[in-house]
């Protein structure tokens, strides 16, 4: 695989600029910060609502400013011109995926740190972490490459953001509905559910929603590169 440290980072700064001069989606990620402020006002919170904040980070802020900036490119017909460019496919992919990774990293950390949140299993959970990031980075580039504009791809990640962000809290509704436990297998509901084993030292269920996370990451990008490539040929 042929990968340039240079393109990636003239990538990285061309994606921080369009980043920093568009309020309307630089300004998304005070909304999990805000979220998690409210929370910690709160005092004592049981494990899903700790969790809301930080699910809503990878939604709103992962998925929907990674599915904007592709977008944005579509939408001024810079996409093509960076498809032509001498980067390779694993270039344009870490390039365009580096600065929104470095963003989701800044505001779970300030999440975590405002609700007073640490890991019972901080290696368990640092690796479940960065799984969920890529998910969710491979999600939003999955929608940037449906939609043609920023608007679009606003409207098309709201299903992401209601299922991954709120399906843990279906699950308050499981012992009536059981049909519902289907929902514990979100990526979202995997991570409450490997800080509740960690807690309890359940080390093969921690395992278990490790892969889980592993299996979710693995196929949301290789879905995201085919598409990519598709797109490729396709411009």
């Known amino acids: 695989m042929n990968v340039s440290a240079k393109r990636i980072q003239a990538i990285f700064v061309k994606d921080y600029k369009e980043f920093y001069r568009n309020y309307a989606i630089s300004t998304m990620v005070l909304m999990p910060l805000a979220l998690a402020f409210l929370y910690s006002m709160t005092g004592d919170m049981d494990l899903q609502s700790m969790f809301i904040p930080i699910n809503l980070t990878f939604a709103m802020i992962t998925a929907f400013i990674q599915s904007c900036l592709i977008a944005e490119e579509k939408e001024h ?122 807690a309890v030292g359940a080390t093969s269920d921690i395992l278990i929603s490790l892969v889980v996370l592993a299996v979710w990451a693995i196929v949301a990008v290789i879905v995201s590169a085919v598409l990519f490539k598709k797109r490729m040929s396709d411009e």
């Open 77 to 198: 017909n810079t996409l093509r011109s960076l498809l032509l460019s001498p980067a390779s496919v694993a270039d344009v992919l870490i390039g365009k995926s580096a600065l929104v990774f470095v963003i989701t990293v800044v505001i779970l950390g300030m999440c975590m740190w405002m609700l007073d949140f640490t890991p019972s299993n901080l290696f368990a959970m640092g690796i479940a972490l960065v799984l969920s990031t890529i998910f969710y980075l491979a999600m939003g580039l999955i929608v940037g490459l449906y939609t043609k504009t920023v608007m679009e791809a606003s409207v098309g990640i709201l299903p992401v953001m209601l299922v991954f962000s709120f399906g843990p809290l279906v699950l308050l509704f499981a012992d009536r509905y059981p049909i519902l436990e289907i929902f514990q297998w979100l990526p979202s509901a995997q991570l409450i559910l490997l800080e509740q084993n960690s």
